[in-house]
């Protein structure tokens, strides 16, 4: 077993992208099996990335899922979960630092739960809940006879979330592990709110896909 080791990797995004790079990043390890590299296929048999700078997003012409796809798509979720596993316990204390640069995220979500009218008794997804700062205002909207399910990628995160559901006495609410892409809408959902969340996700199109279809 050999290691090809490349550092300060850029690729850059198809012509006529907004962004320039697809992403960059310091050093990336690769750990496969090399008997001649002239002649033979090189297989990538695990992939670690280090100070990852922007969301990896793979362009297809064909449009398939290839296996650089699915290697990426696979350790980008495990980065975004790890970033966040770390942030979790202050994450909203942190959060509310943002409003000294003028950042106005709970005006934000505010309006975000007004836009999707929802009513007493309604059932209501929070995707990519994080530590359920969107719950207080949620519940004032759904009351205690409405249905709260927040979904999120981090364990970490969804724990936070635990917590303020415990505190508030809120039995409404329940809390899925899961990442976006994968979650399996129930049969009535009335309402879907997702913050500051989507622009993480991978397969965010996949998402906004599904989330309509349940509605």
């Given amino acids: 077993t050999k290691n090809l080791n490349v550092y300060n990797l850029k690729m ?14 310091k050093k990336i390890n690769f750990n496969s099996n090399i008997k001649n590299i002239r002649s033979s296929t090189l297989t990538i048999n695990s992939i ?3 100070d990852m700078v922007k969301a990896v997003e793979i362009y297809n012409k064909s449009g398939s899922d290839n296996n650089w796809s699915r290697i990426m798509k696979t350790e980008g979720k495990k980065i975004v979960a790890d970033t966040y596993r770390e942030r979790a316990e202050n994450y909203d204390f942190t959060a509310g630092l943002y409003c000294l640069i003028g950042f106005k995220g709970m005006e934000l979500r505010r309006s975000a739960v007004k836009e999707i009218k929802l009513k007493s008794g309604d059932t209501v997804i929070d995707m990519g809940c994080g530590t359920g700062l ?5 519940q004032d909207t759904v009351g205690p006879k409405g249905r709260i399910i927040g979904v999120d990628l981090t364990d970490a995160m ?4 635990g917590k303020r559901c415990r505190k ?3 039995t409404n609410i329940k809390l899925i592990n899961s990442d976006a892409a994968d979650f399996k809408f129930p ?3 009335d309402g879907i709110i997702s913050t500051f969340a989507l622009t ?3 397969e ?12």
């Fill in 134 to 138: 969107n719950f207080p205002l949620l």
């Fill in 168 to 170: 508030n006495g809120w």
């Fill in 12 to 25: 850059e995004n198809p012509k006529g992208s907004e962004l320039p790079n697809a992403f960059t990043c």
């Fill in 200 to 202: 993480y996700c991978q």
């Fill in 204 to 215: 965010c199109d996949k998402v906004i896909q599904s989330c309509s279809k349940s509605l």
């Fill in 48 to 50: 670690t990335l280090d």
């Fill in 187 to 189: 049969q009535k959902v």
């Fill in 158 to 161: 969804l724990k936070q979330a």
